[in-house]
T-cell receptor, first 113, second 113 residues
Framework: DQQVKQNSPSLSVQEGRISILNCDYTNSMFDYFLWYKKYPAEGPTFLISISSIKDKNEDGRFTVFLNKSAKHLSLHIVPSQPGDSAVYFC????????????FGTGTKLQVIP | DAGITQSPRHKVTETGTPVTLRCHQTENHRYMYWYRQDPGHGLRLIHYSYGVKDTDKGEVSDGYSVSRSKTEDFLLTLESATSSQTSVYFCAIKDSLGNSPLHFGNGTRLTVT
């Protein structure tokens, strides 16, 4: 049972445009959500997070939006740059069980120069 | 990078042999995690630890065991490796139970022939 879903395996965007990566979750107990970026042959690196008490968090070019009623979150990258080309993982954590973090299957973003 | 070192970085082994992967951290973080990454599955939790000698199973723990005799080291053992355990293994650490992100090592690529 996939509790965190990223339904788009890949996304191509022109440099300078907006990239929107989407994520859906099923577990209503999740209260903390994260996005990670992963380059080949490296570990995932933390990008941005949001608590369930908020609906938006912004950090530079990256903004995460959370819609709790729809159990949906999205990552916006504006403007997109070629260096943003990577696999992006959505993740969610629940307050119990030592906050195990559950990951989605990832979306490969390609930013075309 | 958080001070996380995984060893070895690459390993090829034969079916039926035991394999131990090591994760070493210099951050003195209490929580440590082992994930595996496979195409189409994202990152899946194998085992985690919430203190020295305190460990618990994740969603894909069958065929794996762990040990944590010191804060800084978290070992993942495949008692008898199978081809289905061919994967990239990531260790992660977390400093507290609060809303804080996991930080990952650079992974171990394991091939079981």
């Amino acid at each position: 049972d996939q509790q965190v879903k990223q339904n788009s395996p890949s996304l191509s965007v022109q440099e300078g445009r907006i990239s929107i990566l989407n994520c859906d979750y099923t577990n209503s107990m999740f209260d903390y959500f994260l996005w990670y970026k992963k380059y080949p042959a490296e570990g995932p690196t933390f990008l941005i997070s949001i608590s369930s008490i908020k609906d938006k968090n912004e950090d530079g070019r990256f903004t995460v939006f959370l819609n709790k009623s729809a159990k949906h979150l999205s990552l916006h990258i504006v403007p997109s740059q070629p260096g943003d080309s990577a696999v992006y993982f959505c993740a969610a954590s629940d307050p119990g069980g030592y906050q195990k973090v559950t990951f989605g299957t990832g979306t490969k973003l390609q930013v075309i120069p | 990078d958080a001070g996380i070192t995984q060893s070895p970085r690459h390993k090829v082994t034969e079916t039926g042999t035991p394999v131990t992967l090591r994760c070493h951290q210099t951050e003195n973080h209490r929580y440590m995690y082992w994930y595996r990454q496979d195409p189409g599955h994202g990152l899946r939790l194998i085992h985690y630890s919430y203190g020295v000698k305190d460990t618990d199973k994740g969603e894909v723990s069958d065929g794996y065991s762990v040990s944590r005799s010191k804060t800084e080291d978290f070992l993942l053992t495949l008692e008898s490796a199978t081809s289905s355990q061919t994967s990239v293994y990531f260790c992660a650490i977390k400093d507290s139970l609060g809303n804080s992100p996991l930080h990952f090592g650079n992974g171990t690529r394991l091939t079981v022939t």
